[in-house]
């Protein structure tokens, strides 16, 4: 029996009621659906059979002529739809692989001038000491500076197998006595650096005016200023005798400790946030916001190399055998560098932008601190990974090893603190923490002292009384 329900669908009243029943939906439409919108659908019982006239030979074959005229109208109209579908299928292919190469066009187009204007940025400055423009290699050193980082690699890392801690350097007894035995005169607000020279009394500072100066420790007093201007003073190291300070407008500056300037850099586009010196004392390095690191040739007071990365610079090291550059990103990552072919020899991943990283005189651990953090990080080089955590409790802003290896001093805003790690024990402690508000630290000479400096400018001496 037929049944027919509201919109004209017409089913069989068995199967109908039965889908109802299990679904209570229309099969069609997926409307709801009861029994009682369905209606039955009357139809004669006897049907009326065909006229004389259709059921001669005739008009059968008529009717079956003209059946198949619409059929084959029909699979002809079919067809054509379908070539017409199948060309519009192709033109929008076409169009969406066109699309997509000039869209790749246009990436790479833009990636190549974005390279193009930071280096044209970057070079536009190049001038050192007399003036001279200088054409910067980013793919190595050359042969002759090659040679001296390849032969301070290989004396160093014999010596350092041999090496002992000498007689006369700091021990657990010598680190624990530390008191504040000085505290200078706040000297240049806004200091975010100290580097102390190797007789251990002249101390390199600088603010934000621009100016650095020389602390004597001995004598208590500053006996020297050096330069002026040119952006507030980032960070500091001494080559030899001569002091070496780096810019927020993106120059480095060499000076001698008479005043006199020696060699100006302006190889970066933007601040220089950190400077290191190779362990040959013949070469010097500096990264900065504008993602690269350059190293200059200090006997003729060159740059020589230039390498981009992926992101901005904060701090840096070189290896205390010279052949690896370590550096940290903004993107938190400790960028580790062959220093002669300027290659990414390794990457390890932080939380978040590098404060501060030292290498240790052992050759195969890294301090390094994450902005903001109270914690360092000790990574293995030899494993690529992390090999300690140490919790200082306290924000820490710079980290510095002594030279053998066993003592790692801490700073920051609430205090300094010393770590040392005992080899026979293989267990880390913590001989001092002083209340000392310190920005850097530096290890004094055979470590029985530290010399700190606060942010306005203050230093400080902590030693055995």
């Not at 997926?30 to 006239?53: F, H």
């Not at 790479?108 to 423009?133: F, P, W």
């Amino acid at each position: 029996m037929l049944l027919m329900y509201r919109l004209g669908n017409v089913f069989e009243k068995r199967l109908i009621e039965a889908y109802i029943a299990e679904n209570g939906k229309d099969p069609v439409t997926g409307e709801e659906l009861t029994t009682d919108d369905i209606v039955d659908l009357k139809s004669a019982r006897v049907v009326r059979p065909r006229p004389p006239t259709l059921t001669s030979i005739p008009s059968l074959l008529s009717i079956f002529q003209n059946e198949w005229d619409a059929l084959a109208l029909e699979t002809y109209t079919l067809r054509q739809q379908l070539a017409q579908t199948r060309q519009e299928l192709s033109t929008a292919l076409y169009q969406h692989d066109a699309a997509v190469r000039v869209i790749a066009r246009l990436t790479r187009e833009r990636d190549e001038a974005r390279e193009a204007l930071s280096k044209i940025t970057i070079n536009a400055g190049g001038a050192v000491g007399g003036g001279d423009e200088m054409q910067i290699d980013s793919h190595g050193l050359p042969d002759a500076i090659a040679a001296k980082v390849d032969s301070t690699q290989e004396n160093l890392s014999k010596s350092r197998r041999k090496r002992t801690v000498p007689q006369d350097w700091a021990n657990s007894d010598i680190v624990q006595s530390f008191i504040p035995t000085e505290t200078s005169e706040p000297l240049y607000p806004g200091a975010k650096s100290i580097a102390i020279d190797t007789s251990g009394d002249l101390s390199l500072v600088g603010g934000t005016d621009g100016i650095a100066g020389l602390y004597s420790i001995s004598q208590k007093k500053l006996i020297q200023v050096l330069g002026g201007g040119g952006g507030a003073i980032i960070d500091t190291v001494w080559w030899g005798n001569r002091a070496v300070f780096s810019t927020a407008s993106g120059s480095v500056k060499i000076f001698d400790v008479n005043g006199s300037e020696i060699a100006n850099f302006n190889s970066h586009a933007g601040e220089v946030t950190a400077l290191a010196l190779h362990p040959s004392g013949e070469i010097l390095a500096s990264v900065g916001v504008d993602k690269s690191y350059v190293l200059y040739d200090l006997s003729s007071l060159k740059p020589v190399s230039q390498v981009f990365t992926d992101s901005g610079l904060c701090t840096a090291g070189f290896h205390p055998d010279g052949h690896l550059f370590a550096a940290g990103g903004q993107d938190g990552q400790i960028k580790i560098f062959n220093v002669n072919t300027g290659t990414n020899a390794a990457n390890f991943d932080s939380a978040g932008p590098i404060q501060a990283l030292s290498f240790s005189e052992n050759g195969t651990w890294l301090a390094t601190v994450v902005k903001g953090q109270t914690s360092v990080i000790i990574w293995d080089l030899r494993k690529a990974a992390q090999t300690k955590v140490l919790e200082i409790g306290n924000k820490v802003d710079s980290v510095m090893w002594d030279y053998t290896g066993q003592f790692l001093a801490t700073a920051g805003p609430s205090g300094i603190s010393v770590q040392q790690y005992t080899k026979s024990t293989k267990e880390w402690s913590e001989p001092i923490r002083s209340a000392v508000s310190a920005v850097a630290v530096q290890w004094g000479p055979r470590a029985r002292s530290l010399i700190s400096i606060s942010t306005d400018g203050a230093i400080t001496i902590l030693g055995s009384q």
